[in-house]
């Protein structure tokens, strides 16, 4: 990811960075991670290699968060997660709680979210 512009934080495996234009930052494969603005908006370029279905998740994200469909930092609520996860499970991890625990727990969430309506796509 290299960012264009504004400041952007990241967390990868544990250590908080902030990014400023110019600067690069490249997180391996299965690595946790999370990045995040603050007061201002920031512009990046991301390259996701292998993509898979990277994209689809992220346009995903965006539409949910364009619709108000998530809190103030952008995450959907619980059976949408879980429909997401389950959904997405080849392009996405969650660090905690342990994958099994969150195969059971998604897996019964899931459907409940799917009949009330969730979508993946």
Do not use: C, N
Not at 3 to 22: Q, Y
Not at 37 to 49: D, G, N, V
Not at 85 to 105: C, E, K, S
Request: positive net charge; glycine residues 10%.
């Amino acid at each position: 990811m290299r960012i264009v512009a504004g400041r952007l934080f990241a967390r990868v495996a544990g250590e908080v960075r902030t990014l400023v234009p110019g600067e690069v930052l490249e997180i391996p494969a299965g690595t946790p991670h999370s990045v995040w603005t603050e007061a201002e908006p920031a512009t990046t370029i991301w390259r996701t290699m292998p993509a898979l279905r990277t994209r689809e998740f992220t346009r995903k994200l965006y539409d949910l968060a364009r619709e108000g469909r998530t809190d103030a930092r952008g995450v959907p609520g619980l059976l949408q997660v879980a429909v997401l996860a389950t959904a997405y499970r080849d392009v996405i991890g969650f660090p905690r709680p342990p994958a099994p625990v969150q195969r059971v727990v998604f897996g019964i969430l899931a459907p409940i979210g799917r009949l009330l309506g969730r979508r993946a796509t």
